[in-house]
Each structure stands twice: as structure tokens, then as C-alpha cells.
């Protein structure tokens, strides 16, 4: 029980939470500096996370609103960073090789904005139900464009997945890394969808069973950013500007142009 002094299998979750994500967070701060893709939604993702696994460690001692609140809002933030950065590495090779005109990576923003003001009405309405973890309409709503803009990010997905044959080196890795995430952010998904749907306190992020959290959020989420960071970091380089579609060429392709005009 919070407030007890006991730590629980729940707590140690959220200690694995800090540290797992601390290094994805250092790594968002060099991408920054170094005005790499990614920066911000791996930066602003992990540091949701590590406040709300620190303030769940802050109700092993002290079980107060506050910090609940706190859990609450982190918690259910999170899963549109991660779409907005599978989408980023889309458009990363998209500024290569022209596969589709930059609208539709505006679609989802518009999306967002709304759920942005879903999630805050149902914010100020859960204050006046007598349990705010359960699902309300406010709720129901924000998941239900989130499973929206995710089946548009699969759409967009197998739209640059029939055109692998064309990418560069740098622009397959960064297919892979939408291709191998995608099945983790579906879990994620599942999860949220499992709660809003039946109201079943197993799947509640916050006070719900611990190891389907683990299972079901902890690790895919985990998996997510760590496979986007290592990406970034060791397989991607800057581009310089907005690239063009097919103004660049492979080394080969180059090699060989030299010896023709020789």
C-alpha cells in the first residue's frame, strides 16, 4: 500500500524505468547538439518516464494527490512522441528519396492538437468523478485518435516499405528500425485499448497489475527507444539542410560517374 514505507514489485519497475531511460535521455541531449533527428521526442518521452517512476518511488513514503497526479499525466502522455518519431524517421527518407509530399506527415499534427485538447478536457473532468483512474468519455476519445493516427503511421509505413528497393544504406536502417518497432508500439497500444475498453484494473498503467505493465509498456517502450537511439546515433547521419529527393548519390554510383567522363 503507498505511504506504508514498503517497496513493492511495482517500485522496482519504476527504478528499472529510471535507469533504462537515462541513457536514451543523455543520448537526446548530443542529438540535439549535434541537430540530429529524434532529439526531441526521444528526450521529452524519456524524461515523462523518469518523472513518473521517480514520483512513484515518492509514494513509497508519502501518498499524496500530488504525486499521483503527477503519474497520471506522465503516464498518459507518451505513446504520440513515440509515433511522431517512427514518422520522423520516415520523413528522414523521404528528404532523400521522394516517395510522398511532405502533407502527409502534417495529417497526424492536426490529429494531435485535437487529442492535446481532448486529453486536457478530460484532465479537468476527472476531478469530478468518484474514481478518476477508471475510464471516461475524455478518455475513450484521446485513445481512439491515438489508434487512429497509429493505423495512419502503418499506412505510411507500407507506403515507403514497397519503395525499399530504391533506398540508400542510411535510408534502409531507417526503415528497419519503423519495421521492428512498429509490433512493439502495437502491444503498447493493446494495453491502453485493453482498459479503455473494459475498464479492467489489470491493464490501468498506474495502479493496475504489475507485471502486465512490465509485459505490455515497460518493455515495449523500452525497446522502442532504444532500438530508434542506436539507429540515430550509429547508422544515420545529419542531413545538411532539406534535402531534395534523388540529389543524392551512392558512392559506387559516383565512382562510376568519374570513370565515364574521363
Partial sequence: MAGDGNFTYRDGIAVAQIVSFSVPLL???YFR???QI???CIGVFTLLRIIGASCKLATISNDLQGLWATIFVCESLGMILIIFLLLELLERINKVINVAGKWIFWAPSLITWIDIGISIGGWVSIMDVENPLL???WSQASMGLLALIYAY?????VLFWLRRHEYFEEERWALNAVAVCLPL???RVIYSLIFIGSSDMTFNAIKGNPTAYLIMTMLPEVAIICVCTYVIATRISRLEGDIR???RKSADEEFRQGLSNR
Fill in 38 to 40: 529524434g532529439w526531441f
Fill in 27 to 29: 543520448y537526446a541531449l
Fill in 33 to 35: 547538439w549535434m541537430r
Fill in 153 to 157: 503511421l502503418i499506412g505510411v509505413f
Fill in 135 to 137: 475510464p471516461t468519455k
Fill in 185 to 187: 508500439l502495437a502491444i
Fill in 245 to 247: 529527393p534523388a540529389s
